[in-house]
């Protein structure tokens, strides 16, 4: 999905039939990724080393520690009565990584009400000025199946009769706080929602608290985020397209190259660019963002900066990487053009992306918007390595780092900027030795992508460990996987309650 974050943005695909009726491990990562594509991946599970950094390790998956994903109900989730129920509605900036966000707090939240989610309405005056719209990007079947069990999910506003006449409900429109608690759901929104027979939440982004104090809220949260939210065919197509040109040549990094304007702006990084272009950033903050007084000096001591091409180039270099390594690039214009990319380029020569896997074919033709970013998203879930460059307010690259977890502890780097930037700014001073050795030194305290305690401001979207992981041999019983007939025990009780549920697949995977 060209990549954005923050305000603005954010498989090899399985065409394996009939696999969305269990919710085993394999069923997993297959609803999301692709079967052919895993037997091509190296999975090496070594612990990685805090004394030192083994490239070739990097290369394979973290170290489970028993822990596999697993975001189906562990206690009794009833199923939401099918019968009409006030609805909630949803206006989500467009922007893929931020939809999925988004999307899985509106799910939630309309399970907290026992509401009628209808599906959402994505802001067409973004940045992309894209108006494909939710149905545009996700395959809105496989969403509405998925979820049989978890809420109750309308296309559109149904028609009502009143007087004789067929009318639209219309919508009490509310404005959520941020990180609004459940209590506000249950009692805010609610009253509203029953007065009116639905609510309009909007704007909806970071409406709802990440952390709550509910695993089976967070569970299907998950459920959401990396089962029921699947791209489109044709997307899944042009991802596997890609990844299968890239595959072809060996094993692959994808970074998301987070050095553009809108980024840029935000985070006040204006003094190593010429006046012309500060003006353009500084216009472009202006009109965007609320007025703060930023200080360079002051935001890149304290890692607030994207980290430039050359300084991502720098580290990869440092850490043992070499000038033959294959590197996707998941970016949109970079800000100041070729100058900044020459000292990466100079470094790893092999780069890639979207419109340059193959220029001549229809893939470059059909990457654009939101397509586009959708399209990176996927490359970035299946690529080897993902590094993420700039990490602070990037939905696309939480998410993803998250996603990755999900699926398998790929192995992500996450450079600690705060920690780096002293040892760039005495680089650039021309003090230079143990450069690199300093450089590795904070590397080696990162975490490469294993299961790891949650601390803020890490978001639930980040890292969903262990809510969303379970293991077969528990020392805590909260932790213990789930039968694998779920969907058995579920689809029974549908029967017994005598609820037809001949609209929803027969072979759906809530894993």
């Known amino acids: 999905m060209r990549s954005r974050l923050g305000h603005r943005h954010q498989l090899k695909q399985s065409v394996v039939k009939g696999m969305f009726g269990r919710l085993s491990i394999a069923v997993i990562v297959l609803v999301i990724c692709t079967v ?4 091509t991946i190296k999975t090496t599970k070594q612990p990685f080393s805090r004394s030192e950094i083994d490239v070739d390790t990097l290369w394979g998956t973290a170290a489970s520690g028993g822990w596999r994903p697993s975001s189906a109900p562990r206690s009794d989730w009833p199923r939401k009565p099918l019968q009409q129920k006030p609805m909630a509605i949803y206006e989500f900036d467009v922007m893929v990584a931020s939809i999925s966000k988004e999307i899985c707090n509106a799910v939630l939240a309309a399970r907290i009400m026992n509401a009628t989610l209808v599906l959402p309405e994505l802001d067409a005056n973004s940045f992309w000025h894209d108006d494909s719209g939710f149905h545009g990007v996700y395959d809105v079947d496989h969403f509405i199946k998925s979820l049989k069990y978890d809420v109750r999910i309308v296309e559109s506003i149904p028609d009502i009769q009143k007087n004789g006449k067929t009318k639209k409900i219309k919508p009490f429109q509310m404005r959520p706080e941020r ?5 506000w759901y249950t ?14 939440l909007t704007p909806f982004s970071h409406r709802l608290a990440e952390e709550i104090d509910n695993p089976e809220y967070q569970r299907l949260r998950c459920r959401v985020n990396y089962h029921a939210l699947r791209f489109k065919p044709h997307i899944m197509e042009l991802s596997n397209s890609i990844v299968n040109r890239l595959r072809a040549q060996g094993r692959f990094m994808a970074i998301h190259l987070r050095f553009e304007m809108d980024m840029l702006a935000f985070a006040g990084c204006f003094d190593i660019f010429t006046p012309e272009e500060q003006k353009v950033l500084k216009k472009y903050r202006d009109e965007n963002f609320a007025p703060k007084k930023l200080v360079y000096n002051e935001r890149r001591a304290i890692g607030k900066c994207p980290l430039t091409p050359e300084e991502v180039g720098l580290i990869l270099r440092a850490i043992g990487f070499d000038n033959s390594t294959r590197i996707y690039l998941a970016a949109g214009d970079l800000f100041g053009g070729e100058r900044f990319m ?3 380029r100079s470094l790893f020569p092999h780069l890639e992306n979207h419109n340059t896997v193959d220029p001549t074919s229809e893939l470059a ?3 654009n918007g939101l397509v586009g970013s959708a399209v990176d998203y996927m490359v970035c879930l299946l690529s080897d390595i993902f590094m993420p460059t700039y990490d602070g307010p990037s939905n696309f690259a939480n998410n993803l780092l998250g996603h990755r977890l999900y699926y398998g502890f790929r192995t992500n780097l996450q450079p600690d900027r705060k920690a780096l930037a002293p040892i760039f700014i005495e680089r650039e001073k021309g003090r230079t030795a143990g450069f690199e050795e300093s450089i590795r030194s904070v590397m080696q305290n990162t975490n490469f992508g294993g299961p790891h305690k949650r601390v803020s401001p890490e978001s639930f979207y980040t890292n969903s460990w262990p809510e969303c992981f379970c293991q077969v041999e528990a020392a805590n019983q909260a ?8 969907l058995d025990i579920l689809d029974s009780r549908l029967k017994t309650e005598g609820i037809d549920d001949s609209e929803s697949l027969t072979s759906n995977s809530t894993d």
């Open 342 to 344: 020459k000292p990466f």
């Open 36 to 39: 052919s594509l895993l037997s």
């Open 365 to 367: 033709k059909s990457t």
């Open 187 to 200: 009692t805010d929104a609610l009253k509203k929602m029953k007065e009116h027979g639905a609510i309009y």
């Open 479 to 486: 932790d213990k996987c789930p039968p694998d007939n779920v």
């Open 179 to 183: 990180d609004a608690p459940i209590s």
